[in-house]
């Protein structure tokens, strides 16, 4: 003897057919007075054969597949109910999808193009720009450098003639200026 029980929830969805939901439970009961399924051809008498244990059993799996079916039930409406809700929302974004993606590229291609425009005219003019700000800072560094070379050679030429008026001054007299130099803080090698 075999049971069947067939449990079917079924959603309509606009414009995309149906979504079906099955839950398919076989429960295959045995009677004492039947021969088993297990490859014996072996028949039982009612009273060599105590089968409520298994009975019970079966009848506790039943029960708890009926509940897991309920539950099942709940779960699925409560998904229905969802996506039944989110359905209208999702058919708005399809629709305007499109449309707000040709804009987006639209406008994406045109900044982009306007961003490259004023890359190109920067590259342009700012390479006239640098070439002339670097000639300016090579005719400075020209004129630094000369600078430099002369104050080196006044510095020299500065430096020879207190030598020479070292040696005609008094030494009392250097050391007294050495001292006084050394208490304003200034030395020789500065």
């Known amino acids: 003897m075999v ?41 039982e008498t009612l009273k060599e054969f105590d089968a409520s244990r298994e009975i019970a059993a ?51 291609k045109k900044r982009l193009d306007a961003f490259s425009d004023e890359l190109d005219d920067m590259a342009r003019v700012d390479s006239d720009k640098w070439s002339r700000i670097n000639d300016r800072q090579a005719i400075a560094l020209r004129e630094e450098k000369d600078a430099n070379a002369q104050l080196k050679a006044d510095v020299a030429s500065i430096m020879r003639r207190l030598a020479a008026v070292e040696d005609v001054v008094h030494p009392d007299m250097c050391e007294a200026a050495e001292k006084k130099l050394g208490e304003l803080g200034v030395s020789d090698t500065q």
Request: a negative charge.
């Open 3 to 43: 049971n069947w029980l067939l449990w079917n929830w079924k959603a309509g969805f606009s414009g995309r057919g149906t979504r079906g939901f099955k839950v398919h439970i076989e429960v295959q009961t045995y009677s004492a007075l039947e021969p088993l399924a297990d490859g014996c051809d072996k028949q």
């Open 58 to 108: 079966m009848k506790a799996r039943l029960d708890q597949q009926q509940e897991d079916i309920e539950d099942n039930s709940e779960l699925i409406t409560i998904a229905g109910a969802q996506i039944s809700e989110l359905e209208p929302v999702v058919d708005k974004i399809e629709e305007e999808l499109p449309s707000v993606k040709e804009k987006l590229h639209a406008y994406c």
